[in-house]
């Protein structure tokens, strides 16, 4: 079955949006083993968007619209798409009452006369519900095709699509698609591909697709069958080889989970507290890990030691140290490290000391970086020579040092 996407919105044309939907809704058609051969953007234009798409339909199966359902006069994608398909707009009553409950429940209470254009949908279609807007989104059939609009925001969108458009397309589906992620550190893409090279060239039911992220790389292993079960045997074994082949550098098999929910996870399986002592990335390894509920019982303080003095005074940092190899070193990232968990009285630090750029320090190049993790009276020390902008080297060396404190501690408690 073939899908094709149409975002709409003049906005995205100009770049004043970036278009996350586009992503969001690709991941899931292709997780539900649907083809994809177009994705098409098109302006707040009646003649454009009527022709963008009369030729989606013609060549595909499913087409799923975005934006354009707002009460305003420029949000046209409903009203064209029921011309193109030859349907008349009537007044749905349900959706009517839906809106007066949702300004009922807003700071706004008079509700303007241009919402009501939102009670009006095609002859015969499905409503779904749209719990976080007053858009609701739209199914149409006709003649074996499909049209699905659904609402521009992301946070409409997403929880409409995961709650009633997904088990939709999975019910025209004939075949039951199953998938597995593979999340993997400590590997770039090509590596990654090269070991698994002979899988891969003589895969035909399941797939492995890779996909590089910062400082990681995702593969998924996507099964074809007529049961649930059967895609479950297929996947079983093509996953146990890939996990066997990469060892402790799977840090998750799970779709959701993140690097830093997989260290928050093994933080609590083992009853340990951690600090962070950050320079170059000035605290975004303690955001990542207080993103994750429950970062609360494990995580202990964050130091963010951007000065010499302040490496001296939080994390006794030697005078001599700095002086004699400098604030980017193997020496001050190991100092940094030890100092952290007596600091906080932690089981482990991780610690980060580095060149972000885009100027060096005249002797060190920018990219160079140390970090260094402190636990049982042990340390451990990896120095990175990143490439990028400033922002791409401190994404980078967050990566990297949530995998080092990963690492450090199945090194630890896996021995």
Same mark, same amino acid.
């Given at each position: 079955? #073939?899908?094709?996407?149409?975002?709409? $919105?003049?906005?995205?044309?100009? +770049?004043?949006? #970036?278009?996350?939907?586009?992503?969001?809704?690709?991941?899931?058609?292709a997780l539900l083993g649907l083809s994809m051969y177009h994705q098409v953007t098109v302006g707040d234009n009646r003649e454009r968007l009527s022709e963008s798409f009369e030729t989606a339909l013609k060549r595909s199966d499913v087409v799923i619209l975005t934006g354009g359902l707002g009460p305003t006069e420029d949000d046209l994608t409903k009203e064209v798409c029921a011309e193109v398909m030859g349907l008349s707009l009537v007044e749905d009553v349900h959706t009517k009452e839906r809106i007066k409950e949702y300004f009922k429940n807003s700071i706004y209470k008079e509700i303007p006369d241009n919402n009501w254009k939102q009670a009006l949908v095609p002859q015969g279609a499905v409503v779904l519900d749209n719990n976080n807007g007053t858009a609701p989104g739209l199914i149409m059939e006709k003649d074996g095709k499909v049209a699905?609009? *659904?609402? +521009?925001?992301?946070?409409?969108?997403?929880? *409409?699509?995961?709650?009633?458009?997904?088990?939709? *397309?999975?019910?025209?589906?004939?075949?039951?698609?199953?998938?597995?992620?593979?999340?993997?550190?400590?590997? +770039?893409?090509?590596? #990654?591909?090269?070991?698994?090279?002979?899988?891969?060239?003589?895969?035909?039911?399941?797939?492995?697709?890779?996909? @590089?992220?910062?400082?990681?790389?995702?593969?998924?292993?996507?099964?074809?069958?007529?049961?649930?079960?059967?895609?479950?045997?297929?996947?079983?074994?093509?996953?146990?080889?890939?996990?066997?082949?990469?060892?402790? %550098?799977?840090?998750?098999?799970?779709?959701?989970?993140?690097?830093?929910?997989?260290?928050?996870?093994?933080?609590?399986?083992?009853?340990?507290?951690?600090?962070?002592?950050?320079?170059?990335? $000035?605290?975004?390894?303690?955001?990542?890990?207080?993103?994750?509920?429950?970062?609360?019982?494990?995580?202990?303080?964050?130091?963010?030691?951007?000065?010499?003095?302040?490496?001296?005074?939080?994390?006794?940092?030697?005078?001599?140290?700095?002086?004699?190899?400098?604030?980017?070193?193997?020496?001050?990232?190991?100092?940094? @490290?030890? +100092?952290?968990?007596?600091?906080?009285?932690? %089981?482990?630090?991780?610690?980060?000391? !580095?060149? @972000?750029?885009?100027?060096? %320090?005249?002797?060190?190049? &920018? $990219?160079? #970086?140390?970090?260094?993790?402190?636990?049982?009276?042990?340390?451990? &020390?990896?120095?990175?020579?990143?490439? !990028?902008?400033?922002?791409?080297?401190?994404?980078?060396? &967050? &990566?990297?040092?949530? %995998?080092?404190?990963?690492?450090?501690?199945?090194?630890?408690?896996?021995?």
């Open positions: 079955m #073939v899908v094709e996407l149409i975002s709409v $919105g003049t906005e995205l044309l100009l +770049g004043n949006i #970036v278009n996350t939907n586009t992503q969001y809704l690709a991941e899931k058609c699905i609009l *659904l609402p +521009g925001p992301p946070g409409e969108l997403t929880p *409409l699509f995961h709650d009633q458009v997904f088990p939709y *397309l999975q019910k025209l589906q004939p075949e039951v698609i199953r998938s597995q992620m593979i999340k993997i550190c400590g590997h +770039g893409e090509s590596q #990654v591909e090269n070991k698994l090279l002979d899988l891969i060239d003589g895969q035909s039911n399941p797939t492995i697709a890779t996909y @590089a992220k910062t400082a990681e790389v995702h593969l998924r292993v996507t099964a074809k069958a007529s049961s649930e079960e059967e895609a479950k045997s297929l996947l079983k074994p093509v996953v146990k080889e890939i996990k066997s082949r990469f060892g402790d %550098d799977v840090y998750t098999t799970k779709e959701e989970e993140t690097i830093e929910m997989a260290v928050v996870r093994l933080l609590k399986k083992y009853e340990l507290t951690v600090t962070t002592a950050e320079s170059c990335t $000035g605290g975004l390894i303690a955001g990542r890990l207080v993103n994750v509920p429950g970062a609360s019982q494990v995580f202990r303080e964050g130091f963010i030691t951007y000065s010499n003095k302040a490496k001296r005074k939080h994390l006794d940092v030697s005078k001599s140290t700095l002086k004699k190899y400098g604030a980017v070193s193997e020496q001050t990232a190991k100092e940094m @490290a030890i +100092g952290g968990v007596f600091a906080a009285d932690s %089981d482990v630090c991780i610690a980060v000391t !580095g060149i @972000a750029g885009p100027d060096s %320090d005249g002797e060190k190049p &920018v $990219g160079l #970086v140390y970090m260094a993790c402190y636990m049982k009276d042990k340390v451990s &020390v990896e120095e990175y020579h990143f490439k !990028g902008n400033r922002e791409k080297i401190r994404e980078q060396s &967050v &990566v990297k040092a949530l %995998d080092l404190l990963r690492r450090s501690i199945l090194k630890n408690y896996h021995s």
